[in-house]
């Protein structure tokens, strides 16, 4: 008898745990399809380049994986949220959501090609030095024999020469930039490789020209300033020629302006001898000293004349 009343209820026992395994099932269901829809809809909007609209798919789509415990498809909706993000220029929510992925994902494979995309974000904003070690060490982690990877080192080994490109050493850029075109001839970066590599040579070829026109000017300088001291010595002491001319002309004037005055006497007028005529030894002198020094004074014009000629042929040459 007591049998007979526990079968209705152990019946409904059974009935309600199917049922509300049936409700869980298509919870499950449903949050898995919308899942799914949404990891669609972010994979079209991708592919339109609507990044802000895949973002936000994306971000939907993980979400739901998040809220429902499904730990399997959280990173890969995660991943997509980053690279739409990265897509979008939004740097600084793309790397909160890199330390995210990190944390609560560290075993999953997306934090290895995190190490490249964090370090593209480094060069973006222009921290080269912390980008080139990231991309050292994803080029350490990843081989050349699955053809995503090798790529993607190629690009590695391209990025890394970009930054040492924007630091300035050159030589070891080239040197990158010739081991993308050498080692991975297949590469869409071999193009823009050889591209910085032409670019590198051309730099070198200019820093030499600068540094020859550099001293040729400062050569040009000193044979100009040297010239000039000529140039001042020589009209200093032609200068100082001209003034003595002058005074000398002007004593000579004087003593000609008293010579032909008539003599004063007061005594009377006596018959005297006739004077002979004496030579004036000091004048006859100076005039020797005038036409020394207008030699002088002419030789050194000559020679003032000259050194302008030669500096003046010496700046056409140059």
């Not at 829809?37 to 990044?51: A, D, T, V």
């Not at 939907?60 to 399997?72: P, V």
């Not at 959501?97 to 090609?113: I, K, V």
């Not at 004048?283 to 000629?309: F, K, P, V, Y």
């Amino acid at each position: 008898m007591c049998m007979k009343r526990k079968n209705p209820c152990f019946a409904l026992f059974l009935f309600c745990f199917f049922l509300l395994a049936a409700v869980v099932s298509t919870a499950q269901n449903g949050n898995q399809n919308d899942y799914i829809r949404s990891f669609n809809n972010g994979s079209q909007f991708y592919e339109l380049s609507h990044w802000t609209e895949a973002t936000m798919a994306f971000r939907r789509a993980e979400e739901i994986a998040r809220n429902t415990g499904n730990m399997n498809e959280w990173p890969r909706a995660m991943y997509w949220v980053i690279l739409s993000e990265l897509a979008n220029t939004d740097y600084g929510s793309a790397i909160m959501d890199m330390d995210e992925l990190q944390r609560n994902a560290p075993n999953s494979s997306f934090n290895r090609d995190m190490l490249y995309h964090r370090a593209r974000v480094y060069y973006n904003q222009g921290s080269f030095n912390e980008a080139l070690l990231l991309f050292r060490q994803y080029t350490d982690s990843v081989t050349d024999a699955d053809p995503e990877n090798k790529n993607r080192r190629a690009a590695a080994f391209f990025w890394m020469g970009e930054c040492l490109y924007a630091m300035g050493q050159f030589d070891q850029a080239e040197n990158l930039y010739s081991w993308v075109v050498t080692r991975y001839p297949e590469s869409p970066k071999i193009e823009m490789a050889r591209y910085r590599i032409d670019l590198i040579k051309q730099k070198k070829v200019e820093a030499e020209l600068l540094a020859l026109l550099q001293w040729s000017h400062e050569e040009s300088l000193r044979t100009s300033e040297d010239y000039q001291r000529k140039i001042r010595t020589y009209e200093y002491r032609l200068n100082t020629y001209q003034r003595q001319i002058a005074e000398l002309q002007g004593q000579e004037s004087a003593e000609n302006i008293e010579d032909t005055r008539p003599p004063v006497t007061t005594s009377p007028v006596v018959d005297t001898p006739a004077r002979q005529p004496v030579e004036n030894v000091p004048t006859q002198r100076r005039l020797q000293a005038d036409e020394s020094l207008l030699e002088r004074a002419r030789q050194l014009g000559i020679d003032l004349q000259r050194i302008l000629d030669d500096m003046n042929n010496s700046r056409g040459t140059m």
